[in-house]
């Protein structure tokens, strides 16, 4: 016969059969009690159903394993030992509770049920074990069968507007008897109330309630495994990344009440405090009450500290697990007791969930106090948990009561952290005016465009009715560090009316110039101003206003950044196309710039005139013109960029658009411009009409512009060029590196290259001066990564701009994903939207294979990536084992970056970890080939 | 020292020091000079100078090995002794041709100089020689200087406008004269033009004409070398695929004339008839002329036969070397040939052009004749050539009368071969309604959509201005067998005024319903009607209106296609939508259908409004319902082309296109959907507006419909099911193979797969019959090529969907691509087109690694191409190597694909071909997996 398995793992006394490292099989309830025992700490006796159960569940049109019965009625024969009481006795009954158990904490959603092993018979011995305590045993009895009505029985209503049969009886006898509260209904009332709620279980179900404990059991044990398929559980488990295969365990344990007056009682604590992390005990408790009473809110608990005075010795011995647990787990931990009868029990103790803020105090704490070591407090960090350390936020009182006052117009894609409050503008040229006249300016758009970058620069915030985490407004705004919500559909925006309205609320009509608040952290839109504060670490590093002296929260972000800088491979740049970005990014630690978009500076000033005027040309020589005006203001561009960056390399890339984004659309535009340039309407309606794509995104852009007017390139090689020659005899140092983007073929990248490297030739020759540079190439095209070895010949490096890639290698237009890609993400089609984190699984491969393929034609190939993947912390640890040589992100994912790019080196140190590809040193300077 | 370099190559007498084989050596040309001299035939001495030295003179500042001049004096030698003459002989003279001759014939492209040698001095020995003949010597002097003054000194004019200088001095003597022909001049007149030639040379350049005959031939040499990088020359090898790494030879020949007396004479002949195939004698010649009589067209030459009476003994030789050709070079060979004063001298020899018809017909003879093998036959014919043994075409005549007479409105793609005649129909509605009172009708639209797929199939042709090779009107018109000339810019298309017209001829303004005729073959738009006729092969299988007995032609194609089935190891498939369609593809020789497009079907009759009624619900019943009503169209649908495909597989693609190019798009139809359908023209609106995408090839098509709205698979599953349960009743066989459009992961592909199993279980058990089929998917995204393992665990077959594969590879949408791809071809960035040939080096590698990671998975996969590659020779063969099962292709394109299939087979039978990946035997029935 096969090896008889291990469905039920007991726990009591002084030993678990279980541990805390057996989560996956016990889940972390489960894995913790055990592990409480085993370290001495009072814990209920109990048994844990595993995961492995829940499993076989499912897989078996819900029914057990055959050797269940048999393993749980031995574990509760151990649990009544341990407890003296016995399950089902008229004199001594045992009372348990059962509960889910997953390997990743749900809380609230899935079932529980208390006081279970209750009936008309045991429910007298418990009267006689609490010496007459009658209203104590019919209360249990009666919250036992309305929590087992509710759940086991499904007479819980699914429409929340319904209310519960149970609580309706309840409301009934008060209102007969005249009070208001449950708890003056007296022993007698509850008696009555166990009697008609089981008439109410027999009239709804047409059966009897079971008052047999065994019975009772198995379909609580039913209840909480049918429970891990509830729609609460599945999107909970959806928006938190949880597998469903992972399964819930069940634990049965025995009941302990803090509700047996005034010497019992139950609170809940966590070893630091989670909000700031400070080292204090902190928690709260109720006398005389049970768990969910604390939850409730209706009574008020008090603070932990109160119970010092109140039970010196429960205290004491509180504070003692406090210390033990922490010793033993090198964490802060979430715990639960309760008090019976002067005993103090430990129900629950979990990895307490915290702020980013405390997150990082807590790590670098733990640190200083030796409890853990420096890769563990890197590891202890989740990098996004910094935005928290970097964005604005609200006030956090505020927020609350305009949401309680029903000012929370809409939710939409949390697409830019930090939170933003100023008045409505509808349009980039408000925007301005109106930041121009010293408001605060929050930018509403059903989507926005590269010609709203000036208004999106002059606000505090961006939102959006249209577009996803990746669409322009959302990339835009993070690189800016720009608070932004994005695709939020319940939006009607309607420009002519200059309004906002929502359905939901229809009397409300947010007018152009009214306060509205977002918070990007959250998606959250609200009516009417709150107020925000920049946080700690971008006063010290960014605005200046605050010595890093006087703030630990700056000091706790900076040594953990030194620790991560310690470890850490992948060279960190950022995605900046201005000076105060490149500033701001070098404050966040970045190494370089990654991605400078030169297009961008083309919307600034009078510049988009000269570009239209370009665009509009018939001939080379009127191309050539209009782009020697524009030429004095790119050259001012590289110039400010270059001595932002202090001698660290900034890629350039050449003309990336396609050409019709930098036309006007509106009639009134395109009249002016014909004025403007004096030509017909009807020639700019012409070019305009040229241009029109299909499909932009595959449409005539990147390398594609400059190969059919090479006088483009030549003019931004010009610009770069002369930038560095005067800006280098200014004393700086500078290191250009010009990117051609969207090549697909090394032949389009050697015309470009041979224009680049002519004009530097010729650059230098004027200006008397060598520059150190390189000539790359994005690589965003399937075909790029499949040639790679044979764009290497030519390519000194290589940067990987997985946002196109993604696009063209899923065949998915970041901008029209909205219609299917949410669905493919919630029913698991993917297990990520593949903008937000780098799809490892397929264009991953791209990476590894154009990477691999330029290294085998050139060792010392520079390679990076410069799309949004390279500020996600997933999507970092991929480009370390992959051996890039860097990860480029907007400004304010910097540090996140670096975290990620430390974690990706200490995850790798354990034991049996992946090793990455070895990453070659990339070259430093560049010589012309033959 | 380094190995002496053999730079200049002899020929002459009996022995030349080159061979046939060394063509790229010597050039064609050179090549076959030694040949014919080795086999004994009587060619006048000379020498080549290799390729080599012309790619050492591009290389080397236009300047020539050091070697190489003692190695012509030294050939020049041997030519002096095997002619009796000597190279600036006063007394004897040797007068030589100076011409170009690359690997690949490039006729007229490069330069050539005749009778040089001449001067002064020399002109006097030719007197001498030909006992007096002053006129012949001075006629030869004229024409030498002439030449030499146009070619080498560059006095003629670029501008084809301008006037050549010598001409104009001609003109002048003429005039002069009083004379009217060149033959006119006298003696006298010639002299003097000499010495007016030799003047106006040196008022032009400011040099004297150079009197030193070795001066004269390495100034000739050097403008032959020279004359390879000219821009005919260039433009040439662009559209003809030459490497302008080929070089050119050069090759100084002995003159020999066919202008020194009515025993003389010159011809040009081809040793069988290269526009029939008949294997007969052709070719013309002309006593007492030069070869460029012959061409020019000044006298009308006589036919060869006529040759048999003129001059029995010169006919018996040539034909007696006519038949020493083909034997030796066992093909059609095209050769030139003097008689000088009685003497008969070869002056080329080279493999013969042909017509596809000639083309077919000389292979499948020469098996016939025992001179080739049937491989060789397989080899000869150009899969492309099969084109005009299937298209219909033009009375030559009439279509060079219409052009002559300054109709020819404009040049557009040569998108669909044929040739088609009608009247123009501006929409789809008004061809259908004029087809349908029996005029022949051309379809005339800027560009084409879905929706014009009934007018487009009522018409003879298609015309476009807009759209590539590949655009909806090409594949649609290719796939139907229509001739198509898409893309044909100059046309201005004014639907108001119903109208079109050219810049180009102002006057000419052709209405809708006049007459228009269309050369799918070449791009041709004329003004008026052209009789057309369809061709023999068609009247034999598809028309069935010409027995086959009758044709020759069909026999002959016919056994050509009988050998290749013989050899190739691809199935051929067709890509069919209708019955028809089908049933023409049969008759072409395909074996299965590889794509159907069940879209297509969605517009005919009333099924577009339940499409419609379908796009705009709200909820799945009211899809379920409109999908419903669709259900028996489709069910009859897919009976009609399983009874077509007589039991071959019929792979059926579930719905693709984005949904919005099924709704209307004028404002008129958008008002009679919203009154057909009761519903607010305003749902419409939006509805439109929500499907609006910004990159619909990147957007909401393809499974992720089904994934969204898996009612729609559902019912299209339940028609093909149904209708196969239905047909297999009435005793056909049927094999449904249901194929998963655009899917990147094998998650869509399991979702839609459980549904097609589901339903084909349902109708089954409904039916009570048991249908063998098929569940795969299209391989048309680059991450389906890199996830192919996984795909394929769930997937029974893959078809590679080239067309979108191409443009997702290169992020290039083929709609948009106009702007900047034909400059990509025309600068060599890209070999060809990707659209037209499939890119080898990119794509290529997805379809490698997407068949071998699919088959590693599953070693019975079944794999094929579905795109419009799988009609295109070069791109056929890449899939055999491959180890694909089959390719599918437009069934006019079937035989061609028959032969590229058989071809790719013969090519790896030569001795160190590389042999092509193992295929294995496609599974031919499905079983559910577990």
Chains 1, 2 share one sequence.
Not at 128 to 139: H, L
Not at 509 to 532: H, M, P, Q, R
Not at 671 to 679: G, R, T
Not at 821 to 844: I, T
Request: proline share 5%.
């Amino acid at each position: 016969m096969a090896k008889k398995v291990k469905y039920v793992y007991f726990f009591g006394g002084k030993k678990a059969d279980g541990k805390a490292e057996m989560k996956s099989l016990l889940g972390g309830k489960g894995a913790n009690l055990a592990e409480m025992v085993n370290i001495g700490l009072p814990v209920p006796a109990g048994y844990t159903i595993t995961t492995e159960v829940c499993t076989y569940y499912y897989a078996n049109k819900r029914s057990y394993p055959k050797e269940l019965k048999a393993q749980v009625l031995d574990a509760l024969k151990k649990v009544e030992n341990a407890m003296g009481a016995k399950f089902g006795d008229p004199k001594n009954p045992l009372l348990v509770s059962i509960r889910s158990g997953a390997r990743a904490s749900m809380p609230g959603m899935m079932d529980t049920i208390l006081n279970l092993g209750l009936n008309d018979t045991t429910v007298k011995g418990v009267i006689e074990k609490t010496n007459g305590n009658t209203r104590f045993a019919y209360d249990s009895y009666r919250r036992f069968v309305q929590m087992y009505g509710d759940v086991v029985l499904g007479l819980k209503p699914v429409d929340k507007h319904e209310i519960d049969p149970f609580e309706a009886i309840i409301e009934a006898k008060k209102e007969a008897r005249g009070i208001h509260f449950d708890t003056e209904l007296t022993a007698e009332d509850l008696m009555e109330l166990v009697a008609e709620f089981k008439a109410a279980i027999k009239e709804k179900t047409g059966h009897d309630f079971p008052e047999d404990p065994h019975t009772q059991l198995w379909g609580a044990i039913g209840a909480v495994f049918g429970s891990w398929m509830n729609d609460r559980a599945k999107v909970y488990r959806k928006l938190n990344g949880i597998p469903e295969s992972w399964g819930t365990a069940v634990n049965v344990q025995s009941m302990v009440f803090g509700n047996m007056g005034e010497d019992s009682g139950t609170g809940v604590a966590f070893t630091r405090d989670p909000a700031t992390g400070e080292n204090i005990f902190y928690g709260e408790y109720l006398f005389n009450a049970q768990g969910e009473d604390v939850v409730a809110g209706t009574r008020t608990p008090h603070p932990i500290a109160a119970l010092k005075d109140d039970n010196p010795v429960i205290y004491k011995q509180l504070d003692n697990i406090r210390k033990i647990l922490e010793k033993h787990y090198k964490d802060m931990m979430d715990i639960e007791f309760t008090i019976q009868q002067g005993k103090l029990w430990m129900l629950q103790c979990r990895v307490g969930k915290r702020t980013g803020f405390a997150a990082v105090k807590m790590a670098v704490d733990m640190v200083k106090e030796k409890l853990i070591g420096k890769e563990e407090a890197i590891m202890r960090i989740e990098p996004n948990q910094l935005n928290q350390l970097l964005r604005p936020v609200f006030d956090a009182n505020e927020k609350k009561k305009a949401i309680e006052e029903g000012k929370l117009l809409a939710k939409g894609l949390n697409a830019g952290p930090g939170a933003a409050s100023g008045r409505v503008a509808l349009s980039a040229q408000d925007a301005e005016e109106m930041a121009a006249k010293g408001e605060k300016v929050i930018l509403v758009r059903i989507e926005t465009s590269p010609e709203d970058i000036k208004g999106m620069n002059a606000s505090e915030g961006i939102l959006t009715a249209k577009g996803g985490m990746t669409s322009h407004a959302a990339l835009v705004a993070r690189q800016m560090g720009k608070v932004c919500v994005a695709g939020c559909g319940a939006l009607k925006i309607n420009y002519a009316e200059r309004s906002i309205r929502v359905d939901k609320l229809p009397d409300v009509v947010v007018k152009e110039g009214d306060f509205i608040s977002i918070d990007g952290s959250t998606g959250e839109v609200i009516v009417g101003a709150i107020n925000t504060k920049p946080s700690e670490v971008i006063q010290v590093l960014i605005n200046k206003t605050l010595d890093p002296k006087d703030s630990p929260v700056f000091q706790t972000y900076d040594s953990l950044m030194k620790w991560a800088d310690s470890y850490r491979k992948l060279g960190i740049r950022t995605n900046a196309d201005q000076p105060d970005q490149a500033s701001n990014a070098i404050a966040f630690g970045a190494q370089g710039i990654g991605l400078c978009r030169t297009e961008h500076m083309f919307f600034e000033g009078d510049r988009i005139l000269h570009v239209r005027k370009m665009i509009l040309s018939d001939s080379v020589e009127g191309r050539k013109e209009a782009l020697a005006e524009l030429l004095p203001f790119q050259r001012e561009d590289f110039r400010g960029i270059f001595k932002a960056m202090k001698g660290y390399p900034v890629t350039v890339r050449t003309l990336d658009p396609p050409l019709h984004e930098f036309l006007p659309q509106k009639e009134s535009d395109i009249e002016v411009l014909a004025q403007e340039l004096n030509i017909p309407v009807a020639k700019v309606h012409e070019r305009i009409h040229s241009l029109h794509e299909f499909n932009p995104m595959l449409g005539f852009r990147g390398c594609r512009l400059g190969v059919v007017y090479p006088e483009i390139t030549e003019m931004q090689a010009r610009a770069i060029f002369e930038a560095a020659a005067e800006v280098m005899a200014e004393g700086y140092k500078v290191k250009p590196e010009i990117m051609i983007p969207l090549v697909g073929d090394v032949s389009e990248l050697k015309l470009q290259e041979d224009i680049v490297r002519r004009v530097a030739a010729e650059v230098m020759a004027e200006k008397k001066v060598k520059i150190q540079y390189l000539v790359g190439t994005m690589i965003e095209l399937p075909r790029a990564a499949l040639v790679a070895d044979q764009i290497a010949t030519r390519a000194e490096f290589f940067s990987f701009g997985t946002n196109d890639l993604t696009q063209t290698t899923f065949g998915l237009s970041r901008d029209d994903s909205g219609k299917f890609l949410p669905l493919y993400v919630e029913q698991e089609l993917l297990p990520n939207d593949p903008f937000e984190a780098l799809d490892q699984n397929g264009v991953g491969q791209l990476l590894e294979m154009g990477t691999q393929r330029g290294r085998k034609t050139r060792p010392d190939l520079k390679v990076g990536i410069c799309g949004e993947h390279g500020g996600e912390p997933s999507s970092v640890e991929f480009c370390h084992r992959t051996g890039l040589n860097y990860v480029s992100c907007s400004p304010f994912r910097v540090p996140i970056a670096r975290l990620a790019a430390a974690r990706a080196v200490v995850r790798e140190l354990k034991p049996g970890a992946k090793k990455t590809k070895p990453v070659k040193k990339a070259v430093k300077t560049t010589k012309k080939k033959k």
